[in-house]
T-cell receptor
Framework: GNSVTQMEGPVTLSEEAFLTINCTYTATGYPSLFWYVQYPGEGLQLLLKATKADDKGSNKGFEATYRKETTSFHLEKGSVQVSDSAVYFCALTNQAGTALIFGKGTTLSVSS | DARVTQTPRDKVTEMGQEVTMRCQPILGHNTVFWYRQTMMQGLELLAYFRNRAPLDDSGMPKDRFSAEMPDATLATLKIQPSEPRDSAVYFC????????????FGPGTRLLVL
C-alpha cells in the first residue's frame, strides 16, 4: 500500500535560515500530497497540498513540489521565523483515496 | 470560520471507567476521521466514516473502543473500560470525501487514564 517517509528531527535553525524537510513516498497510482503543521497544544492544520505531478503547493512562504520522478514532496522555506516552530507532517492519500497516510512528523525549532 | 469542535478538551479518569469523546464535523462535510496521537506511536488512524457509515475501523482496538455517528453533526468515540495505555490525545477530522481529500482537524481531546 501507499506509504510516506519523512526526515527525522528535530531540526534546529536560527531565524532567517533556509528550511528543507524531506519527504518521499511510495504509491500506486497518483495520490495527492499534503503538508500539515501542528503547533503546540493544537490540532493539525493544512499547510499546503498538490494533487498532480509537477504541481507546486505554497502557503505562508512554504512551498513543495510534487516530483513524480523522484517520488518526493520536500517542504522548503527561504527564511524561517521563530513562529514557524512546530511539528510538520507529510501525508498522501491511501490507495483507495478514502483517507490520508501521515508520516511520523518532523519537529522544527527556530531560535532568534 | 467553520471548524471541527471536540468535547471535552481534557479528560482525567480512572482505569475501568467509560470515556466518551464527541466531535462535531464541519457542516457539509461527509467524512469523519478519528486519530490517536502519542509520543511513542505518533499519529494513528483509528476509524473513519463516510455519510455516517463506517468505512474502516481496522486501526481501533475492537474489544474496548467503539465509534459511531448518531447523526451527521455528531461523531462519538467511546472507550469502555479505559486503561492507562489509552492515555493520548484523540483528534477528530472531517472532510468532503471524494470531492476533496483534505482533512480539517479539531483541537483534540487530551485523555489521561490513571
Amino acid at each position: 500500500g501507499n506509504s510516506v517517509t519523512q526526515m527525522e528531527g528535530p531540526v534546529t535553525l536560527s531565524e532567517e535560515a533556509f528550511l528543507t524537510i524531506n519527504c518521499t513516498y511510495t504509491a500506486t497510482g497518483y495520490p495527492s500530497l499534503f503538508w500539515y503543521v501542528q503547533y503546540p497544544g493544537e490540532g493539525l492544520q493544512l499547510l499546503l497540498k498538490a494533487t498532480k505531478a509537477d504541481d507546486k503547493g505554497s502557503n505562508k512562504g512554504f512551498e513543495a513540489t510534487y516530483r513524480k520522478e523522484t517520488t518526493s514532496f520536500h517542504l522548503e522555506k527561504g527564511s524561517v521565523q521563530v513562529s514557524d516552530s512546530a511539528v510538520y507532517f507529510c501525508a498522501l492519500t491511501n490507495q483507495a483515496g478514502t483517507a490520508l497516510i501521515f508520516g511520523k512528523g518532523t519537529t522544527l525549532s527556530v531560535s532568534s | 470560520d467553520a471548524r471541527v469542535t471536540q468535547t471535552p478538551r481534557d479528560k482525567v479518569t480512572e482505569m475501568g471507567q467509560e470515556v466518551t469523546m464527541r466531535c462535531q464535523p464541519i457542516l457539509g462535510h461527509n467524512t469523519v476521521f478519528w486519530y490517536r496521537q502519542t509520543m511513542m506511536q505518533g499519529l494513528e488512524l483509528l476509524a473513519y466514516f463516510r455519510n455516517r457509515a463506517p468505512l474502516d475501523d481496522s486501526g481501533m482496538p475492537k474489544d474496548r473502543f467503539s465509534a459511531e455517528m448518531p447523526d451527521a453533526t455528531l461523531a462519538t468515540l467511546k472507550i469502555q473500560p479505559s486503561e492507562p495505555r489509552d492515555s493520548a490525545v484523540y483528534f477528530c477530522a472531517s472532510g468532503m470525501g471524494d470531492r476533496d481529500e483534505t482533512q480539517y482537524f479539531g483541537p483534540g481531546t487530551r485523555l489521561l487514564v490513571l
